[in-house]
């Protein structure tokens, strides 16, 4: 029995423990996120917000999520049920792992995987099936096509997201999410690789389907997309699913471009400033990490309240006749300009 609860028991419990150490301030994040997204975009159009539910307004996410909670989940007659039901619950779960590999601060991570990049590329790879299940289960012409919709452009712009990755991974030497932040110590990748980090900013906006690429939910012609048909629980484990994938493209972009849980004063910019290192040892890393990725959700929300949509075929030019072109281009220049430097770091 001891032997079980040593080899088992414990490490299981540990496991779990730290799992729940992100599920739970994730949901909390989530709820949040939410909230201020509908601020940012009063803010912007010029009205109020959500200012009636708790102070500010700060409860209203959880009303809503008690609301959708108590209403009847329906599900249409035609549908098929099984397929229909695991959908929303494939993409939510889908959101959620992929979080595991995420560096929050040095060290803070809950799977520091050796080949943490491929893993997101499989788990976030996952989500379109989540969304191409939800349009065909439902019988209804309008959530197919949504879901067609949403099928090409995710693909579509996961390549161009692909190539800009391979850019970043051939200036660190490793596949590590943890090195990735590492090698940004003293000049985070945004600089020297300032266009990259614009493809792959407006790749994640259409990878997230959000505005101004937020096809599948064209109300004009798709009466809300690939999710018309779903009530209740199974619409909120979309909305979750949804918001989540757009903080983990935040944090992808901190990750990657802003140098994860590293000081801002950290780096050549700021790092000759008398102070600063008693500074940076007040200020956590993983603040830093949080303080960078609700800044880009920031600026998610900002273009949402302010651009227009896209038309579809714009949108798939954009994807494959204007990213894909720039992407391969930059990883052949990048890869380049690293062997005439002898810059190539050493594989880990």
């Known amino acids: 029995m001891a032997e079980f609860i040593d080899i088992y028991l414990l490490p ?59 209403k009847e989940t329906i599900v249409p007659s035609g549908a098929n049920k099984g397929v ?51 349009g065909w289960a439902s019988n209804s012409r309008y959530a197919f096509l949504g879901a067609m919709r949403s099928a090409a452009q995710m693909v579509s ?31 985070w990748f945004f600089i020297p690789l300032f266009p990259v980090f614009i493809i792959f900013f407006i790749s994640a906006l259409a990878e997230t389907n959000r505005a101004p690429f937020d096809l599948p939910e064209a109300e004009a012609e798709l009466v809300a997309g690939y999710q018309v048909e779903y009530s209740s629980l199974t619409f909120a484990l979309f909305w979750l699913g949804e ?26 910019l700021f790092n000759w400033i008398p102070g600063m290192e008693a500074f940076n040892a007040f200020m956590p890393g993983l603040v830093w990490f949080l303080l960078k990725t609700f800044f880009f959700f920031f600026v998610f929300s900002w273009i949402k309240a302010s651009v227009p949509r896209y038309r579809y075929d714009q949108l798939m030019r954009l994807g494959w006749k204007v990213f894909l072109p720039l992407s391969l281009v930059a990883v052949i220049v990048t890869a380049g300009v690293l062997v005439a430097f002898d810059m190539l770091p050493n594989a880990s």
């Open 12 to 70: 299981g419990l540990w496991i779990l423990g730290k799992v729940l150490l992100i599920v739970v301030p994730l949901l909390l994040a989530v709820a949040y996120a939410i909230y201020f997204d509908r601020k940012i975009w009063a803010a912007i159009q010029l009205r109020r917000g959500p200012n009636v539910v708790g102070p500010w307004g700060l409860l209203q996410s959880f009303a809503d999520g008690l609301k959708l909670l108590l």
């Open 84 to 134: 229909f039901i695991i959908a929303p619950v494939l993409m939510f779960v889908v959101a959620f792992v992929a979080w595991a590999v995420i560096p929050f601060d040095d060290g803070l991570v809950l799977s520091n995987l050796n080949v943490g990049v491929l893993y997101l590329f499989a788990i976030s790879s996952l989500g379109v099936y989540g969304i191409i299940m939800s």
């Open 243 to 268: 918001y989540t994938a757009v903080l983990l493209m935040c944090a992808m972009t901190t990750t990657l471009f802003f140098g994860g849980w590293l000081s801002p004063f950290d780096n050549f």
């Open 157 to 187: 712009y996961e390549v161009s997201i692909g190539f800009v990755i391979v850019t970043v991974l051939l200036c660190v030497g490793s596949l590590n999410l943890s090195d990735v932040v590492m090698a940004q110590e003293g000049l």
